[in-house]
Nanobody
Framework: QVQLVESGGGSVQPGGSLRLSCAAS????????MGWYRQAPGKQRESVAD???????DYADSVKGRFTISRDNAKNTVYLQMNSLKAEDTAVYYC?????????WGQGTQVTVSS
C-alpha cells in the first residue's frame, strides 16, 4: 500500500503565499511522477502541476508563473509553492503519485483565499 500525507493548507489573503507538502510512504519502491490536483466546489478535479522523478515539470495555464512544484527524492516528498494567490485558487488540493502502474491520492487539504 502507498500512503500520501499532505500538509500546509490553510487560509490566506489574496496575494499571499502557501507551501503544500506531500510525503509518500509505504510500498514506494517504484515511485515515479508526483503532482497536485485541486477541486473547487461544484467543479471537476483538475491537474495543477506535475513533476517527474527526473524533475521535469508541467503546470496548468492558470497557475503558471505563480506556483512552483518541486520534489525531494531522498525524502519521497513533493512540494507546491503557491505565490500571488487568488480567490480562484480556493479549492481542496490533492497530492497524487504514480507508483508502478497505479495512481494514489492524498486525503486532500483545504486552501482558502479570501479577504
Amino acid at each position: 500500500q502507498v500512503q500520501l500525507v499532505e500538509s500546509g493548507g490553510g487560509s490566506v489573503q489574496p496575494g499571499g503565499s502557501l507551501r503544500l507538502s506531500c510525503a509518500a510512504s509505504g510500498n514506494i519502491f517504484r515511485l515515479n511522477d508526483m503532482g497536485w490536483y485541486r477541486q473547487a466546489p461544484g467543479k471537476q478535479r483538475e491537474s495543477v502541476a506535475d513533476i517527474t522523478r527526473g524533475g521535469r515539470t508541467d503546470y496548468a495555464d492558470s497557475v503558471k508563473g505563480r506556483f512552483t512544484i518541486s520534489r525531494d527524492n531522498a525524502k519521497n516528498t513533493v512540494y507546491l509553492q503557491m505565490n500571488s494567490l487568488k480567490a480562484e485558487d480556493t479549492a481542496v488540493y490533492y497530492c497524487t503519485a504514480v507508483v508502478g502502474f497505479g495512481r494514489y491520492w492524498g486525503q486532500g487539504t483545504q486552501v482558502t483565499v479570501s479577504s
